[in-house]
């Protein structure tokens, strides 16, 4: 793995860690056009665009359910995209009844921050697409 390629692994293990910590997407990681595109499967699956955009779509998400927060299994180097399998857990509202995705996000990064992050199902299906 390039020097590069480990700093964006790094950068990009350093978002979840906050993320977790904060369920806030850390500002400082991303460029200010960032954009955020949900599984195609999605109801809502609209690109977001902008740092503004995409925080308060990762906040709104994460703050409807209880515990939340990204389990992160394995981050896969691309050169400039960091391919990250993980589980999205916590409860669901009164019932409690536990929340388990399993999602792949694809981080796409230059020069130290994040350009853009595209989700899918799979890590399979993320794989063929970068």
Same mark, same amino acid.
């Given at each position: 793995? /390039?020097? /590069? ?8 293990? $350093?978002?979840?860690? *906050?993320?977790? *910590? #904060?369920? *806030?997407?850390? $500002?400082?990681?991303l460029?200010? #056009?960032?954009?955020w595109?949900?599984?195609? !499967?999605? %109801?809502?699956?609209?690109? +977001?665009?902008?740092? !503004? ?6 906040? *709104?998400?994460?703050? #409807?359910?209880?515990?939340? $927060? ?7 180097? +691309? ?22 995705? %399993?999602l #792949?996000? @694809?981080?796409?990064?230059? !020069?130290?921050?994040?350009?853009? @992050? !595209?989700?899918?199902r799979t890590?399979?299906?993320?794989? $063929?697409?970068?």
């Open positions: 793995m /390039s020097t /590069s390629a480990a700093a964006n692994v790094e950068l990009v293990r $350093r978002i979840y860690d *906050e993320f977790n *910590e #904060t369920l *806030e997407l850390p $500002r400082w990681a460029l200010d #056009t960032v954009e595109q949900p599984p195609a !499967d999605e %109801p809502d699956n609209g690109l +977001r665009r902008g740092v !503004d955009a995409v925080a308060a779509y990762v906040r *709104e998400w994460a703050s #409807t359910f209880d515990d939340y $927060r990204c389990e992160l299994h394995e981050l896969i180097d +691309r050169g400039e995209r960091v391919v990250a399998a993980l589980h999205l857990r916590g409860r669901i509202g009164e019932s409690g009844a536990p929340l388990r995705i %399993p #792949t996000q @694809v981080w796409t990064i230059r !020069d130290g921050k994040v350009i853009r @992050v !595209d989700e899918y890590t399979a299906e993320a794989l $063929r697409e970068h």
